[in-house]
């Protein structure tokens, strides 16, 4: 983990949340996918916890974050940010997404908020040339993440609560098909989302193999070190600290 | 040459008076970026119990202004397996480690005050304070674990009551007195759940101010130590400028490092 | 109906659960901009003593994240010139009026309770009791007041206390506690100065919610009133939710008057 | 008093600190010099004491503060405010300064920082026919008012304390040639200041009579209607609250 001064060199503000490129390249060096920063959200000591944030893409010196339109008021002085300032972030924080080398159709699984954070494992992927399907659930499509955001070579799959895009309803209907396709699969959603999926490949492959899918946990962080004990969660076999083990977890190990 | 514990044999020197806190660098283990042992006067580990703890169920934080209430429910995996994982890493350290006892089954802490007198590694105990606890029985409990161990001995009052409990800490042994365990709140953490926790950041600064300056006023025979939202190079100054040999940082190592880095180098700095 | 006494045969029926706390508007006569008695439900006085205080030398003001420390001294201008100074203007509030007895000299707040009976304008009395009170001295001081009047009596307690005193003060008479005075500390003030005073504005919510959740869990047969940074509807709603039949709002009144207006009109808003 | 909502019409940024043009109708309308307006220092509940300023100039509709180049994040929330945003203000509190109807000569003393409390009062006394003379004393010549914020028919005296404008040194040098002109004197100063202004009355009229000389206390506010009781001070023979009696009192009241 490092902590450093990020310049904001561009600003998207798209349907109320905003997202903020940053050029932080001993940080975007070390980041990969599925592995948060944490990002002071404000100009002095209040509010004093950071917010956490999975970058939507990481390339060269550069990485971006989303900043969603909520109440918080932390976001709100961080979707307020313009270009020339610069952000205070520490990371990255714990272990991201692995694509092993034999994995030759990976599928993304995003629920809700959570797709955004698979965006940069998208990336990667398509980059090392494995087969990606994205597929997501939202509540409706304007909420859904765009698909000029997505690299071409990415099949994306849509389900919406309200049917205003893709399948109506929840994307447990496109699983079977889904499942039957990958020979890997990363998901960000949560628990709920991922109890669903964990039952869907049970019903697939009969067994939920170590190996097979893995899962961001859903949490935010305050030390990201391990010292807080705040992100202690009962995953793996014990009550762990899921800013050391995880974030990301083989789905077997948090079901 | 700054003693915490003059009064007691084996002393406990600090190069600067700037010392991490309980837990904040975990039992020693978790260094934010940027930040060594040796770059602090001193290392306090999270409060361990003789068995090992689940601790609290989540959420476990919530944000209040300027700071925090955590709760942990003194998470940890017991004294002996504390033990046996650190005891390498720590002799690596390079600065005095101590060892913070939770209070636990009646009996416990002078048990482990006493296996302690073992470990070469350890410079010194730090006994946490509940706030509701009773005068006698905090006097008895110090004076059990003074009489097994020659370790200096820092107690870490409540800072609602600490001038009440002052005076019976020292006269029990106490060598040195924290000032102090910010005040308990409820605040809804995310989700709603309603969390009890402890007060952490910087709003808890005029919490210890108010105990370190009654305490102070008491002028007794103990070191005192200021803790809870200290951040800034004034904090430090007013603290010390109160009465204190030495504060304890915490949160802001997790927060801001740099700033902690800054701040540990504290009278090293042509101007100050 | 709300009634914060309805054990006791004067009753003190509220038309909202939000009243104005002591001194929000002086001795109800300082309205700020917009705001008028009748919007709230009672209306309390600054702490009176039964002679004239000076109250404390400036500052008397410190700035907190989210917050302040505030010390007056119990500056007023003693008991028989509030009265006569306020009765005319008091027939004309409106609403009950509640006069807070300050602590003074054994017996004087007995003996202004006395004097109480014989004022027709006044419907309540509230009694602050300080965060070092012994337990045998509260309960006595209590049961002084009510031996000498039928009015409904509202104890004020500290929050940090506030559970370990309350059992005691309704069986010593009280019919409402309020929950509760925000814990004193100390900051600096601007120019330097060490300020001791007790914290207000948001930041005292945590301690408050603290008190009562406590508090509620001891099922006393007393009213309770959530005092100590109230702003919003959330919180409104959060201590009604935990068990308070009202709330108390201060600061907020200065502050923010429209905020304060808009609060006030709980329950005729069709959207809560 | 009333609350109201500002909107900033006009922002100027001058040696660090700025002056913020706010329209606000019903406040200018109410307001005289030497009576201030609270304002509310950020977006949320924090900080949340209101800042206290005392306008430059009220016209019409408009009114004008300036925000100084201090380290108080409240001012600096509202250095950072642009046109177009409004801002929460109560106002006014308690009573300004009034120029009598025989005033002739009126001479405005001010110290630091608060002579600039005095400039709403220049306009308005010039306005009214009154020949004004504004003494200054200020540590050196970029800290002071500058000639051109005030009206031409002002006389401007200027004492700086490094000597880089004006007479060298504290304005007691003045005061015998300033006070022998004038008919009537309006201060704004530290405390003491005052004595020292005081003391030069008497040494030149013999005695500090009431109705001679009117004095800003030098105060913040909080509730500013009487109810919080921090700005209570020993003034005009009691313990006063400054924002009932004041904050312009006479100054034989608070010497
Ligand atoms: C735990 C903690 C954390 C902090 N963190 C930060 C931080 O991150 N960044 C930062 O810039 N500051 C921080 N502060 C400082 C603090 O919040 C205030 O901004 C600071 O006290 C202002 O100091 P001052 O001396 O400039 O102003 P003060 O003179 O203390 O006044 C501030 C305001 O308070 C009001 N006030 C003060 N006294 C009175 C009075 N007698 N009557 C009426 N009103 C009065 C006025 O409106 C005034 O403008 C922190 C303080 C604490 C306790
Ligand atoms: C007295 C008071 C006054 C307030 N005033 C305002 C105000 O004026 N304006 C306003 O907008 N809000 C205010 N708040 C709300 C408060 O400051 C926070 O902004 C609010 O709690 C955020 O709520 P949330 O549920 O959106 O976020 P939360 O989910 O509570 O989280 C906020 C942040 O805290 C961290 N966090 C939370 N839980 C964890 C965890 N388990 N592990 C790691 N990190 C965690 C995360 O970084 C997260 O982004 C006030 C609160 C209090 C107590
Ligand atoms: C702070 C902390 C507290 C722990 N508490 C317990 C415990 O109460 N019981 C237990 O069996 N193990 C406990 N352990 C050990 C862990 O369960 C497990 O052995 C492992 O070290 C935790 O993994 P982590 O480092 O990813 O959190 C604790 C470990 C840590 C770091
Ligand atoms: C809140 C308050 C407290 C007072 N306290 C005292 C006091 O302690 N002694 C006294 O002689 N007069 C006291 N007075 C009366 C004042 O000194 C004086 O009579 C006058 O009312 C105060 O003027 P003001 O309203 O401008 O503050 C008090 C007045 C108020 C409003
Ligand atoms: S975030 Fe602090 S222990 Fe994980
Ligand atoms: S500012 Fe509140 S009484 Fe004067």
């Known amino acids: 983990m490092i902590q450093t001064k990020a310049h904001v060199v561009k600003r998207e503000s798209e349907r109320g949340h905003v997202i903020l490129t940053l050029k932080a390249a001993a940080l975007a060096m070390r980041l ?170 049970e019903e697939q492959r009969l067994l939920l193999r170590h190996g097979y899918a893995q899962a961001l946990y859903p949490s935010t962080f305050f030390c990201g070190v391990g010292a807080c004990q705040t992100c202690a969660r009962d995953v793996a076999g014990g009550r762990r600290r899921v800013c050391l083990r995880g974030p990301v977890f083989d789905l077997a190990d948090i079901v | 040459m700054l003693d915490l514990a003059p009064n007691n044999k084996r002393g406990l020197v600090l190069h600067s008076p700037i010392m991490v806190g309980s837990g904040g660098a975990g039992n020693g283990d978790c260094w934010p970026s940027g930040l060594t042992p040796d770059m602090f006067a001193a290392v306090v580990t999270h409060p361990v119990t003789l068995r090992p703890r689940r601790g ?89 674990v003074r009489r097994v161990t020659t370790l200096p001995l820092l107690v870490k009052l409540p800072s609602t009551r600490a001038a009440h409990l002052a005076k019976a800490c020292v006269v029990a042994g106490a060598d040195a007195l924290v000032i102090g365990g910010p005040p308990p709140a409820v605040y809804p953490a995310s989700g709603q759940a309603l969390l009890e926790g402890v007060l952490g950041g910087p709003i808890a600064l005029p919490f210890t101010l108010r105990a370190l300056e009654k305490v102070a006023a008491l002028a007794l025979d103990a070191a005192l130590i200021a ?16 009465g204190a040999t030495a504060v304890q940082v915490r949160s802001l190592l997790w927060t801001d490092p740099a700033a902690a880095r800054a701040l540990a180098q504290w009278g090293q700095d042509p101007i100050e």
């Open chain 2, 56 to 144: 609290s169920e989540p959420p476990r934080l919530a944000e209040l202004p300027a700071g925090f209430l955590l709760n942990t429910g003194d998470h940890n995996p017991g004294f002996r397996r504390l033990l046996d994982q650190h005891r390498t890493q720590w002799r690596r350290l390079g600065v005095p480690l101590i060892i913070s006892l939770a209070e636990g089954a009646p009996g416990d802490r002078a048990w482990m005050a006493e296996r302690l007198e073992e470990e070469p590694v350890v410079a010194g105990i730090e006994l946490p304070v509940r706030e509701d606890v009773n005068l006698g029985e905090l006097s008895a409990a110090i004076a059990a």
């Open chain 2, 227 to 242: 803790s809870g939202g200290i951040q800034r190079r004034q904090d430090v100054a007013l603290c010390l400028n109160m």
């Open chain 1, 32 to 201: 990969g996918p599925g592995q948060p920063i944490l990002v002071r959200p404000g100009p002095g000591l209040d509010p004093y916890l950071p917010r956490t944030f999975h970058p939507l893409s990481i390339q060269d010196d550069l990485l971006s974050i989303r900043i969603p339109p909520d109440a918080d008021r932390g976001h709100a002085w961080l979707r307020a940010r313009s270009v020339g300032e610069t952000l205070d972030c520490l990371g990255p924080v714990g272990r991201g997404f692995r694509i092993a080398a034999q994995a030759r159709r990976l599928l993304c699984l995003g629920e809700g908020e959570w797709a955004w954070t698979l965006l940069s494992l998208v990336e990667k992927a398509v980059a090392q040339g494995v087969a990606v399907t994205l597929a997501v659930e939202a509540t409706s499509a304007t909420r859904a993440i765009p698909a000029q955001r997505l690299p071409l070579a990415v099949e994306y799959r849509l389900a919406t609560v309200d049917g205003s895009r893709g399948r109506r309803g929840r994307i447990s209907t496109l699983l079977p098909e889904l499942l039957s396709w990958a020979d890997a699969v990363a998901a960000a959603g949560t628990m709920a989302f991922y109890q669903t999926l964990a039952a869907a490949i």
